[in-house]
């Protein structure tokens, strides 16, 4: 490891699990000083114990000021800087548009969206107290391409793409880069909603430490790997293969509303 690696400090959100923990592990082996906030500490708590001036969990919730503004407050006492900040924690429900409520949304919202919001408000004074540091907004395709029975949550992806892009406008001219995270679909717990094929999932640890071994990156659009990139490309390009593989989605959708009619 280098020194630059070893001195450098990154906010993790949504650390406990899945691709984030991915990252986490990965963000630990390469050298880094990780603030792992989460509501939930069951797999971040050891890593904590065993290397306490290495990880640090903070348990909190994105959704509430004072959690975030207190956490980062500490990540600043205690370490001094905030290099890196990777927003990664969301939630993923799964129904159609008419079954969602304006409260379900609302609520996808305010850990998607302003989560991210909360977090980028606490670090970027520091980030640009400095003139340095870098920003990730990990994203997903379905905010580009869409997905039956994810309105709400392509919505918030689709946000914060437009909004990683006018923010990294507005920090051009400073050393303060904003990017936007694609992980490839993993078979992360609220992904096995959607109920893909096995063959279409990636292990979300595998995606969560391509993903960390690109934190350093002031890309305007990091993704995880070539596949990802392809995939994504050809999907914007041939909308109807999206239509074609979201397609039992609907029909079982209408399926069930006809039922639900008789």
Not at 52 to 80: H, K, M, N, Q, S
Request: with cysteine; aromatic share 8%; charged share 25%.
């Amino acid at each position: 490891m280098t020194e630059f690696e070893t001195s450098r400090v990154v906010v993790l959100t949504g650390a406990n699990e899945g691709i984030g923990y991915g990252m986490l592990t990965t963000l630990l082996e390469d050298g880094y000083r990780v603030a792992a906030l989460d509501v939930d500490g069951e797999h971040v708590r050891p890593l904590q114990e065993a290397s306490p001036d290495r990880v640090r969990f903070y348990d909190c919730d994105v959704t509430v000021d004072g959690d975030v503004e207190t956490a980062i407050a500490d990540v600043l006492d205690r370490w001094g800087a905030v290099d890196i900040l990777v927003n990664n924690a969301a939630i993923l429900d799964f129904g159609f548009f008419e079954e969602q409520t304006l409260a379900d949304t609302k609520r996808t919202f305010e850990v998607n969206y302003f989560g991210y919001l909360r977090t980028i408000r606490a670090v970027l004074p520091h980030m640009l107290a400095r003139n340095e540091g870098r920003i990730h907004n990990v994203s997903s395709g379905v905010g580009l391409v869409g997905n039956p029975g994810l309105t709400g949550y392509a919505s918030t992806k689709g946000a914060i793409e437009s909004f990683t892009r006018s923010l990294r406008l507005e920090l051009q001219h400073t050393n303060v880069s904003c990017s936007v995270m694609h992980p490839r679909l993993a078979k992360t717990r609220s992904a096995t909603a959607l109920d893909y094929p096995a063959s279409a999932m990636s292990d979300p640890t595998d995606v969560g430490r391509k993903l960390a071994r690109q934190v350093e990156s002031t890309d305007r659009v990091v993704m995880a790997d070539w596949f990802t990139r392809v995939g994504l490309a050809v999907a914007r390009l041939f909308p109807y293969l999206v239509k074609r593989g979201t397609e039992r989605f609907v029909v079982e959708h209408e399926s069930r509303t006809r039922e639900r009619a008789r």
